[in-house]
């Protein structure tokens, strides 16, 4: 006698993944996590995560494919957002007669402009150039070279703010 699960005829993915492909790849798009699409899909997430594992060759192309396309419009975003940019807005100016009634005189358009933003640029900067970005730790040997004192950079800033200038140039 067998005990467990009835094994079905057709496999998970058949029963639930075909002809679902486009709201997967659609899920993706919109910023799904492998939870979020189980719940869409009408399954559990352990359900979801052996679909995704037997039948690794139809699901990996459907998630790289929505997932990437969201990617790039969060990399496009944060570096509009680190550089800057400019918007027009409208502004509809309405007269108002002696009768009370409201007519649209004019449409003033205005250009704004919203500045780089520092933390974007650093974050960006970190990752995309980690070698020249990272944040680093600096090493101080004190004559025992088996355990060296780690000194942080903003530990590093308060030690030479005891510092004085004169000192500092001597």
Known sequence: MRTGRPKDEATLYEKYIAGKEDLI???????????????VLGIGLT?????????????????KEGKQEADFRVESE???????????????????DKDGNAT????????RHIPGDVTAQI?????????EWKDRNFVVHEGDKENPVVISWPEVL???????????FQ
Not at 25 to 39: D, F, I, P, Q, Y
Not at 104 to 111: F, L, M, Q, T
């Open 47 to 63: 359900t979801f995560k052996r679909i995704l594992k037997e039948h690794a060759d139809k699901m990996k192309p459907l998630l």
């Open 25 to 39: 790849v659609a899920s993706c798009r919109m910023g799904a996590t492998n939870e979020t699409l189980a719940k």
């Open 158 to 168: 308060k030690e030479t703010e005891k510092v004085t200038e004169e000192e500092l």
């Open 123 to 131: 974050y960006w900067l970190k990752n995309r150039k980690p070698e």
């Open 78 to 96: 944060l570096f509009k957002r680190a550089v800057g940019y400019d918007y027009e807005e409208s502004e509809t100016i309405v007269s108002v």
């Open 104 to 111: 649209p005189a004019k449409v003033r358009k205005i250009k």
